[in-house]
């Protein structure tokens, strides 16, 4: 989560910056930093996103692990061994769909943030 929040934010202060320096050379100035602050904001908002959701679901899958062991169900815990097993050779059925769907609500979320940013950016721009 942490690698993930710094890579954003160093983009956050990277993509303006490099907006301002392109601006030099641009007929629009102000439109050339409003774009490199739009993909200094999508990428603060992927990587914050995208990293409190790949914690959180370590987080609730190690909670799942524990509850699991408490439960001293032995049947369960094999049921369990063998679906861990299965899904490292890439064989369970159903757990990459999941997989897929969790990277889906990511990139929706991101693409959601995306859109608002460049709403904003666009209204401002047009105003100015």
Same mark, same amino acid.
């Given at each position: 989560?942490?690698?993930?929040?710094q890579q954003?934010l160093?983009? !956050?202060v990277?993509?303006?910056?490099?907006?301002l320096?392109?601006?030099? =050379?641009?007929?629009?100035?102000?439109e050339?930093?409003?774009?490199?602050?739009e993909r200094?904001?999508?990428s603060l908002?992927?990587?914050a996103?995208?990293g409190t959701?790949?914690?959180?679901?370590?987080?609730?899958?190690?909670?799942s692990?524990?509850?699991?062991h408490?439960a001293?169900?032995d049947?369960y815990?094999? !049921?369990q061994? !063998?679906?861990?097993?299965a899904?490292r050779?890439? =064989?369970?059925a159903?757990?990459?769909d999941?997989?897929?769907?969790?990277?889906?609500a990511?990139?929706?979320?991101?693409?959601g943030?995306?859109?608002?940013?460049?709403?904003i950016v666009?209204?401002?721009?047009?105003?100015?």
């Open positions: 989560l942490a690698r993930s929040i954003g160093e983009d !956050a990277r993509e303006p910056i490099q907006g320096l392109n601006a030099r =050379d641009a007929d629009e100035p102000l050339a930093f409003a774009v490199g602050f200094g904001a999508r908002a992927k990587h996103v995208g959701a790949g914690s959180l679901a370590q987080i609730t899958g190690n909670i692990r524990a509850a699991s408490l001293l169900d049947a815990l094999a !049921a061994r !063998a679906k861990d097993d899904r050779d890439g =064989d369970a159903g757990l990459n999941a997989r897929e769907e969790d990277i889906a990511v990139d929706g979320l991101a693409s943030f995306d859109s608002f940013v460049g709403g666009d209204g401002v721009t047009t105003l100015v």
